[in-house]
């Protein structure tokens, strides 16, 4: 595959969002990257459904697809790779069981956490939350961008994912402090029109430093 994009969007199965169709939305719009995530209650046989829905999305779009947490899905329906978070599997386990061509994103929010995790195979960092967010229950106080900053500075050539409670008119501090991109969750799932608020963090995103050489 090629460079890892800048805007990562993650699906939203929570109740009254219709993900498939924020999904297609998005990736119609340009979004590069999509990150399956699923409800924690949800059966493996509905995960694995969804799951299949959204990479066929991202085969016709063009994009990545991704498995947040759930490697066992991410390898079951051929995505390119998968997401752990600092509850499940530690970053060299998960590189074993997704093999050494997948991407695989680690989530960090200091600098020690993200040095191992890049010696241990990751291929990206999702760093945060940035900001406050309400998408997901039981997270740690956000870090700001100066923790995105010194995450970022201790992995130089790794990307870094800036992620939660990011909009678009929080892209440019982001970028600032050494973040490659941004993972959304409700600046698209919960915007009017997903396809324009996915344009939106695009032209935020590539009003950054250009892509290097």
Do not use: W
Request: include cysteine; glycine fraction near 12%.
């Amino acid at each position: 595959m090629g460079p890892l994009g800048r805007l990562h969007l993650i699906t939203d199965t929570r109740p009254g969002r219709d993900a498939l169709a924020v999904a297609a939305a998005a990736l119609a719009a340009g979004a590069p990257v999509m990150q399956v995530r699923v409800a924690d209650d949800t059966t493996d046989r509905d995960a694995y459904r969804f799951a299949v829905q959204v990479r066929e999305l991202c085969e016709r779009f063009g994009a990545t697809c991704l498995v947040n947490d759930r490697l066992d899905l991410a390898l079951a329906v051929g995505a390119a790779g998968g997401h752990v978070g600092a509850d499940d599997l530690p970053p060299d386990a998960a590189r074993r069981v997704l093999g050494p061509a997948a991407v695989l994103g680690v989530t960090c929010r200091d600098p020690v956490a993200a040095r191992a995790a890049v010696t241990a195979g990751a291929s990206y960092l999702g760093v945060g939350p940035a900001f406050g967010t309400s998408t997901k229950d039981g997270l740690p106080e956000p870090i700001g961008p100066a923790g995105v900053a010194a995450v970022a500075a201790a992995v130089p050539g790794t990307p870094v994912i800036a992620i939660g409670g990011v909009r678009a008119d929080r892209v440019a501090p982001l970028r600032t402090a050494g973040a490659y991109g941004v993972a959304v969750v409700g600046a698209v799932s919960g915007a009017a029109d997903p396809g324009a608020a996915t344009r939106e963090l695009l032209r935020a995103l590539a009003a950054g430093e250009p892509e290097p050489a």
